[in-house]
């Protein structure tokens, strides 16, 4: 006989982690259980990222990643100084180096303004160079609540708290089917079955893959876009005090190669955005023909490849040539050459595209009977996780009080 949980959290990244968190904190008594396909947490997006604590400069006002990630942020430090997290809010400079990018960078410092951001500073030639000797930039912003943190050791934590409240995980269980019926869902592995009352799915890369189990007319599906890291070498890495960005292109929804001091130490260059042929592949010569098939027969997505065919093809051109990815960081800091630069690792994006070719801006959190469904929840989701935990846990135990 199958154990019966009350809620079943599919994924064990960074959102399926304080999604639980969130609700055993509310209601300690829950049978609740985690089911990822890895043997550890974090292991795809939230184990590839770049670190950064986002301080909500980007976000529409009003969109749920603004409020997400304003809420999230205080919630995440706070967190974090609860449990001895370490993280250092070292600031970022945001910056345009050419005319045409300057009305985009006065549309960033609003945003900033309407999302409550205190302290943004309009920086100038020589006000850049005093934050960033070696950054050149015609004009600038200076965001100091941007911090770095390392979001693995904040899973770890976070997994540590769901199991002393009670709380399962249970690793090596990928999520094959998800039936439900009346008051249970039967959600199935190769090898097991379980009950529960509800589920969450937080699956990352595969959320759409496992929305489709309980609603086969899903309207998204998740286009992966593989985003490449070079390390400086250590002995330039004094070229990049802190984090350096540039203004990111408003058509698309990545913010462009940039530079990142690491919490752990070193800087990171990159990453870029390039459509991957396998949702976890890693290298460039990853593919996958089942993912491959499942993004290019996906209407949305031919009209995203129409849409953005030029930027995409110079994303993959900086993927293969190490001299225009060094070019393109040269726009920022000029005296950085390809010799400085040490390949390194990678991660994949989970981009929601809906059927006419909208790559999804916003986080998207979809409720159906017996199952809450997370599609979207891309960059700063890792900075917003705590939030968006708390949200969906409100949602569940308001769902589960209504069934009782
Ligand atoms: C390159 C890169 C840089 C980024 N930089 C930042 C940043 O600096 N700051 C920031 O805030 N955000 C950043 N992000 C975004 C952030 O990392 C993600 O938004 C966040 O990690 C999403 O967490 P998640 O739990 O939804 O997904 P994941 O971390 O991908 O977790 C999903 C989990 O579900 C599991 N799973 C999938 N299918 C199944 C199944 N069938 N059965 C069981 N388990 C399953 C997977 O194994 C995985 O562990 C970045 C992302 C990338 C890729």
New binding site residues.
Partial sequence: MSKKYDIAI???????LATAYRILLKDPELKLVI????DHE?????G?????I?SGLYYKPGSLKASNCITGYKMLLEFCDENKIPYELCGKIVVATSKDELSQLDILYQRGIENGLTGILRLNEAEIKEREPNCNGISGLYVPQTGIIS?KSVCKVLKEKILNAGGEILFN???TGIKVSEGACNIKSIEKLILSELAIN?????SDK?AEFSEPNLDTRIIPFR?EYYMIKPEKQHLVKNLIYPVPDPNFPFLGVHFTRMIEGGVEAG?NAVFAFKREGYKKTDINFGDLWNSISWPGFRKVALKYWKTGIGEFYRSYSKSAFTKALQKLVPVITKDDLIPAGS????QACDRTGGLLDDFKIVEKPGVIN?LN???????SSLSIGQTVAELALKRLKRAN
């Fill in positions: 599919i994924g064990g990244g960074i959102v399926g089911l990822e396909k890895e974090a292991a795809h997006q939230t590839h990222n770049s670190g950064v986002h979001y269980f990928k999520v937080c699956a990352g890369l595969y496992v985003g990453p991660g994949v994006r989970a997370i929840a891309p960059s700063p989701a890792a900075t």
